[in-house]
C-alpha cells in the first residue's frame, strides 16, 4: 500500500535538530520524499508498523507530529501533481 508521511519536528532546540535528521534518514530507508516533510513509502502493514513504531521511538510526542495518510494500494489515480516531479515515481519500475 502507499502511504503519504509528514512531519513537523520543532528544531527551534538543537535536539529538535537532531530528531528531524533522524525522521527524515528513517522515512528515506522506507520511501521517497516528496516535498521537505513528505515521503511516499509503499509498504505492507508489517513494514507500516515497524516504521510507526521507529518514528514514535524519535519523536518528542509534546512537540512533534507525524501523520500518517493511507492512499491504498489501488492508489496511482488518486494522484495528481502539478510543476516539477522527481525522476522515479514511487511503485514504478527504476531501469537502469
Known sequence: MLVLVTYDVNTEQRQG???LRKVAKLCERYGIRVQNSVFEVLVD???LETLKAGLSSVIDH???SVRFY???N???PRIDTMGR???VQTGEPLLL
Open 62 to 64: 509534546k512537540q512533534d
Open 17 to 19: 535538530q537532531k530528531r
Open 74 to 76: 489501488h492508489y496511482q
Open 45 to 47: 502493514a508489517a513494514q
Open 70 to 72: 493511507r492512499l491504498g
Open 85 to 87: 516531479v522527481g525522476p
